[in-house]
């Protein structure tokens, strides 16, 4: 739809802070659950193939990852966040050469830059003003 919004960030700073687990188990129902067997309303499909959920969290850590790689930090986040994107948007967005080269040049950087001195810098940074504990894998 022309002119509507791409993403929409649901925010929630009191939703499982200290909990990541619960939290990707929630992400994980709104994907499948709920997005997943939802239908839209003009052609039938599943609203899933028409919108892309992403979860955001203090702790996100993905699997088979050292608990200090750099990389986990490419999804945490101060607070839970859900981002509710537009699947046409994606594909089109993946589609540009450049859109994949700005993936590469963030895995790249956040390897370098390290886990240790990125909890540093969000705690110094972007936690110094807010409530809650350090992020932590």
């Known amino acids: 739809v022309p002119g509507a919004p791409s993403t929409t960030l649901v925010v ?6 200290r909990d990541f687990a619960r939290f990707h188990d929630f992400v994980v129902w709104l994907e499948e659950e ?4 939802a ?5 039938g499909a599943p609203l899933g193939d028409a919108v892309a959920v992403a979860g955001f969290h203090r702790r996100w850590a993905f699997g088979g990852l050292d608990d ?3 990389l986990h930090w490419e999804k945490r ?7 509710l994107i537009r699947a046409a948007d994606i594909e ?10 700005i993936g590469e040049v963030n895995a790249e950087t956040l ?3 390290g886990g240790p001195a990125l909890a540093k810098l969000c705690r110094e940074r972007v936690l110094r003003d807010a409530t809650g504990d350090e992020p932590k894998p």
Not at 34 to 37: D, L, W
Not at 77 to 83: D, K, Y
Not at 92 to 101: D, P, V
């Open 39 to 43: 239908l839209e309303h003009d052609d």
């Open 111 to 113: 390897t370098r830059v």
């Open 34 to 37: 709920q997005f997943g067997r």
């Open 92 to 101: 089109g967005a993946l589609a540009q050469e450049t859109t994949a080269k």
């Open 68 to 70: 200090d790689a750099g």
């Open 77 to 83: 986040s101060p607070h839970a966040t859900v981002s």
């Open 12 to 17: 929630a700073p009191r939703f499982a802070p």
